[in-house]
């Protein structure tokens, strides 16, 4: 049955992909002032004033990929992730008025890369949060044989302690032969916070549908001394037995994570509460 769930999963993003990339280069891609913006090179944006994220407190992250908000239920369950979490993650979102409206009468924090756009509505990674980001950075990544862009956004949140929290959203590429173009896609995210000092989190959804991106990803994430989540209870979508979301942390501790299958998407919505690694020491002072 899983198997039979994973052939649908991807022939239907195959034709769907393949829809989309036929209307591709005939529509318009309006500057949107609001939203961070890849366009095929990394760009960045920086906020006057952020917000300070608290290290006494715990961090609940939310990761989702939200199917584009195609089927109902995706505003009651963005709602429910939004009462518990102070970062939410969001792959294949799409600026549609509903989701737009959301954003604005929740009074949430958001930036989108911009992958491509259809009838004036932006699709891509959106990163929605309580604080202010310092800096937020755009990269796209086309698809090698579909051509259509996957995304990324990159946060920097100040801490109290005076350090930065960087947070990556990630939607890696799908369809490739073999796994040079999923990998060139990581290691430019790889090159830009390698360097980084503090708590980082790179999440979302990775496609690691084979043994081959699995490895990848794991191979690089953990060289910069990242650990991978495990959830429980654990209903990612998962193809060919491999799950596609995923998150993984260093800097911080893990509390606890969880994966709930949803109606309202193809993917389980991920919840995952961390606490700073130097409110843990204080705490067993």
Known sequence: MNQLRSLWVILSTAFLLLGIALVYFLV?????????SGQGAV?????????VVDVSKPLNIAVWNIYKQQLEGWDTELKSLAADNTIILLQEAQTKPQMLSYVEESGWHSNQAYAFAINGEIAGVMT???PVPETVCAYTKVEPYLRLPKSALYSA????NGEMLSVINLHSINFTYGVTEYSE???ALVEVVEPLKGPLIIAGD???WSNERLSVVRGKLSSMGLKEANFQPDERLRVFSHPLDHVFYRGVTLQHAKSIDTPASDHARLEAS?????AKEKGSD
């Open 128 to 130: 929605l949060s309580e």
């Open 274 to 278: 961390f606490v700073f690694d130097e």
């Open 28 to 36: 318009d891609v309006p500057d949107s002032p609001q939203l961070a």
């Open 206 to 208: 990775l496609n690691t």
């Open 157 to 160: 949140f100040p801490l109290s």
């Open 43 to 51: 760009k960045c944006r920086e906020y006057k004033s952020s917000s």
């Open 185 to 187: 896609q990581l290691d």
